[in-house]
């Protein structure tokens, strides 16, 4: 069956970066591209944006733009989201999300807390 | 960016009760290719978001008939027929029709 395990928690310091994975197993990777979605604590589902498997073509989120970048690793089927310059207002769950039907398969989240 | 409008926010239910939320786009979310990219998602407190109904009303696997979705471009609904103790959560509903994809603020259902 499709696994998506990311991951685990993260805690960085304001301006500091994150890269969080998100390996999948059971399908076919190059099949269908990754959204990224973050949770904020209490709040709401966030998209931030997508990535191709296939070429590797990404579509961001305007808010995310020139913070974020989305890669992906076809030799050990794995998508990655790096994102820079942590904002205390970043600290969230970050969701990986196989983009078909949408969003059929869920990581199981990695929680990224950002504090001094 | 199309926004979600999803009503009401908050649903005290009955056990064995009927619960409808509402959705409403910002535009129409009829692709060029005809289909209509509208999903709905539930997520259970402390779990990751659980695809529920996707293109309107298409059941994702292994999701209970008790769930169903209608609607068209700008409005949509889902349908619980009667409401279980386990589909306490946060309904979401998103669209990805077009670039950013984008999701209501959610509807937190409860047991009354």
């Known amino acids: 069956q499709v696994q998506l395990v990311q991951s685990g928690a993260e805690v960085k310091k304001p301006g500091a970066s994150v890269k969080v994975s998100c390996k999948a197993s059971?399908?076919?990777?190059?099949?269908?591209?990754f959204s990224w979605v973050r949770q904020a604590p209490g709040q709401g589902l966030e998209w931030m944006g997508w990535?191709?498997?296939?070429?590797?073509?990404?579509n961001y989120a305007q808010e995310f733009q020139g913070r974020v970048t989305m890669t992906t690793d076809t030799s050990t089927n794995t998508a990655y989201m790096e994102l820079r310059t942590l904002r205390s207002d970043d600290t969230a769950v970050y969701y990986c999300?196989?983009?078909?039907?949408?969003?059929?398969?869920w990581g199981q989240g990695t929680l990224v807390t950002v504090s001094s | 960016d199309i926004v979600m409008t999803q009503t009401p926010l908050s649903s005290p239910v009955t056990l064995g009760q009927p619960a409808s939320i509402s959705c409403r786009s910002s535009?129409?979310?009829?692709?060029?290719?005809?289909?209509?990219?509208l999903s709905w998602l539930q997520q259970r407190p402390g779990q990751p978001p659980r695809l529920l109904i996707y293109?309107?009303?298409n059941r994702f696997s292994g999701v209970p008939d008790r769930f169903s979705g209608s609607g068209a471009g700008t409005d949509f609904t889902l349908k619980i027929s009667r409401v279980e103790a386990e589909d306490v959560g946060v309904y979401y509903c998103?669209?990805?029709?077009?670039?950013?994809?984008?999701f209501g603020r959610g509807t937190k259902l409860e047991i009354k």
């Open positions: 999300a196989r983009d078909v039907d949408p969003f059929a398969d």
């Open positions: 059971g399908y076919t990777f190059t099949s269908h591209g």
């Open positions: 990535i191709s498997t296939y070429n590797g073509d990404t």
């Open positions: 535009q129409s979310l009829v692709h060029s290719d005809g289909n209509t990219y």
């Open positions: 293109k309107i009303s």
């Open positions: 998103m669209q990805s029709t077009q670039f950013p994809y984008t």
